[in-house]
């Protein structure tokens, strides 16, 4: 199934397995983004998800609560956002794949918590259904305000993973790709929803389990004594794992650490992990595109979008290529890593990038950090609460192709 | 006089000493001062995993952030330190992923009483099948001694230069509020009724909290001009009163005034999972997948 398919690590193949099917509801549904966000984890192999509600996120956690007595596994309706975003962590270390969803206000609360699961590489999935802000804003309207947030929100250098769903059926896909990528790469993964992207329903299939590719997470296979809880090669970044319970005895800190997992307060321990984990994902943001791109070849003009925005975008391309305009779009899916080699490539030949999104000016930094000046690249913010009008991104197109 | 020296090699010190089976010894020298009781605390609970009689690679613990909070990087256990607050949300889901483990969480007052106080009152609402040792300094040992929670009204703390005027939470109180199902308090001159209790707990099954009093002679001690270590030891020798069973609203704490310690509450209750499973058996029969086996697959 293309849309699961994973971004490789080397020496995944071995780990790579069919989704169990107790949590698969195979067949066609008609069912809204967050309904789908919740079948992708079953499908994953999710089995452990701590909540607390928040619009317009909620209804994950409600169908999860619903859903999970059958397929065996736990939900629990934690005290607030900072519990839920540390109990799945317990939970992944207790050996189960884990989620938490929230919404704006919820991610604030949670920022500790994502340093926490970089720090201790501790495979997690996060989904923002993002909504109007700053602070409580516009709980029921949608905004794709939160991608700085995610980036750069708790303190320290670190990196995640981030997913864009435009779509119901994108929604249950990049779930179930969101735990494939948190596994292979032990960083937390987003997934970043909108209001409307969240509430919107539309047809989702799900195949049969035998088709949805899951990635098992890395055990290792040492034995305890020969095992380091982060023990890396250069070959291979990313640690091999273990379960509390088994024997090994680990030690896991937020604190600077070695490959023990002991506290090691000196600038090189510092040096040494800052940059290995960091280096996880930059020195294989190669392996982590994924933009859709369409008409980009020979375009004047490429608008650059993500998640709902890119659905009002190509009702406006449409309407411009009607009028002759050459002009192409590149969806991000993945929107973090940012995929900066390849913005560098479109702006040789482009005279323009848009960049659309519901926020007063986010991705379109990296846009310009990425091209540095080779092609124009015109933002075009919004505030949220509604998604852009048509028109506006129609008008843009014709304006920067002239 | 030569002849009362120990003479051994450093690393014969205190080979014998029954604790050392149970920690990490490469992780040693410990951070805590001179005096200080959390070692004491962690002598009792090795004593107490040690009689428990528990498969010790079935036993996790896990701290928040403080002085307290250094104790699970010093036991050779699986062992999380977490961040400031947080032990027992994390201990939650580890509890929960893998029932067949025993879930410790171990920190200290201003952790698990003021910016964890939520999840403290939340975990023992749900009887979260954890035990919690709280050890309790009355202060805010690693950054410095600032007032907390606990802080008797009177003594000085860097935050409370004129005194503290607050009134101070009294934790068994709380914790048996709560719902906890064994709540205890002792002393670190009480070893041998904390490590008692530690051996409790580990067998209990159900939320259980331990409040261990223990001296700061650095800052608590000092700034308010209690003496050392052994004074604040003496103080709990002279003043505390062992009364089991006692009603756990009269167990509140003033400075330097009487101590009541002992077991205050020792009740049954469905755990967390325990209610789970009983009520999805109850309400959705056979379709309900049974969770919690004891080897650990669902």
């Not at chain 1, 896991?252 to 510092?270: I, M």
């Not at chain 1, 375009?299 to 002759?324: C, K, L, N, P």
């Not at chain 1, 075009?380 to 609460?385: I, K, Q």
């Not at chain 2, 009294?170 to 009724?193: E, I, K, M, S």
Request: with cysteine.
């Amino acid at each position: 199934m293309e849309g699961c398919r994973i971004a490789g690590r080397p020496g995944l193949t071995e780990d790579t397995l069919q989704a169990d099917p107790r949590g698969v509801l195979t067949g066609v549904h008609f069912i809204d983004g967050d309904h789908a966000v919740c079948e992708g984890a079953l499908a994953a192999g999710c089995r452990f998800v701590a909540g607390y509600p928040i619009t317009p996120s909620t209804e994950i956690v409600e169908r999860f609560a619903a859903r999970i007595p059958q397929v065996g596994g736990i939900f629990i309706q934690m005290e607030d956002e900072l519990a839920a975003s540390m109990a799945i962590q317990g939970a992944a270390w207790g050996g189960r794949k884990v989620m938490n969803v929230t919404s704006g206000p919820g991610l604030s609360l949670m920022m500790e918590h994502l340093g926490y699961a970089f720090m201790t590489e501790t495979p997690c999935v996060w989904v923002d259904v993002q909504r109007g802000g700053p602070s409580t804003g516009l709980p029921t309207a949608p905004a794709q305000a939160d991608m700085m947030q995610i980036r750069w929100g708790s303190h320290g250098d670190f990196e995640v993973i981030a997913l864009a769903p435009h779509s119901p059926q994108e929604c249950f896909d990049l779930t179930v790709r969101a735990f494939n990528l948190a596994e292979a790469w032990r960083v937390p993964v987003f997934l970043m929803l909108d209001e409307v992207v969240g509430h919107m329903t539309e047809r989702v299939d799900i195949p049969a389990a035998e088709v949805i590719e899951v990635v098992e997470r890395k055990w290792t296979r040492k034995r305890p004594g020969e095992y380091k809880v982060y023990g890396t090669t250069p070959e291979d970044p990313v640690p091999e794992m273990i379960k509390a319970g088994d024997g090994y005895r680990v030690h896991v800190t937020g604190l600077t650490h070695d490959e023990k997992g002991y506290p090691d307060l000196t600038p090189g321990a510092q040096a040494r992990l800052g940059r290995r984990l960091v280096d996880k994902i930059r020195t294989h943001a190669d392996r982590l595109v994924d933009i859709r791109e369409d008409g980009v070849e020979g375009a004047d003009v490429v608008v650059v979008s993500f998640g709902i925005t890119s659905r009002v975008a190509h009702a406006a391309i449409e309407a411009a290529r009607a009028r002759g305009a050459k002009v192409g779009s590149a969806r991000l899916v993945i929107a973090w890593p940012f995929p900066a080699a390849r913005m560098r490539e479109i702006a040789r030949t482009a005279k323009a990038i848009i960049v659309p999104e519901l926020n007063l000016g986010q991705m379109v930094l990296e846009v310009e950090r990425a091209v540095a000046g080779a092609t124009r690249v015109i933002g075009l913010p919004h505030a949220g609460g509604t998604v852009h009008e048509v028109e506006t991104i129609l008008d843009a197109i014709l304006e920067a192709s002239r | 006089m030569s002849q009362d020296l120990d003479t051994r090699p450093e690393a014969d010190l205190g080979m014998d000493n029954e604790a050392l089976a149970f920690l990490r010894q490469d992780r040693i020298p410990h951070i805590w001062c001179p005096g200080c009781g959390i070692g004491t605390t962690v002598n009792c609970f090795c004593r107490a995993l040690g009689d428990s009689g528990l498969d010790l690679d079935r036993v996790a613990i896990v701290s928040g952030i403080g002085c307290t909070g250094r104790t699970a990087g010093y036991l050779n256990l699986d062992s999380f330190h977490t961040t400031h607050g947080r032990a027992i949300p994390f201990a939650t889901g580890l509890k929960l992923a893998n029932p067949g483990l025993k879930v410790v969480v171990y920190s200290g007052d201003g952790d698990l009483s003021a910016i964890g106080g939520n999840h403290l009152m939340h975990a023992a609402r749900r009887n979260m099948d954890l035990m919690v040792v709280c050890v309790n300094n009355f202060t805010y040992g690693m950054t410095g001694g600032q007032v907390a929670p606990t802080t008797p009204t009177g003594p000085t703390q860097t935050t409370m230069p004129y005194g503290n005027f607050e009134s101070p939470f009294n934790l068994p109180f709380l914790a048996d509020a709560c719902g906890a199902v064994y709540v205890a308090r002792w002393t670190v001159y009480h070893v041998r009724q904390l490590a008692k209790a530690m051996r409790e707990g580990l067998q209990k099954k159900g939320f259980v909290f331990i409040e261990a009093l223990s001296p700061c002679p650095t800052l608590y001690s000092r700034r308010n001009r209690l003496g050392d270590g052994v004074d604040q030891v003496k103080y709990y020798k002279e003043r505390s009163q062992v009364r089991n069973g006692a009603d756990t609203k009269e167990v509140g704490l003033t400075f330097q005034g009487d101590i009541v310690v002992g077991k205050f509450v020792d009740r049954e209750r469905p755990t967390w999972m325990e209610a789970m499973n009983s009520h999805f058996s109850k309400v959705l029969g056979e379709t309900f997948h049974p969770y919690g086996a004891p080897d650990g697959k669902d």
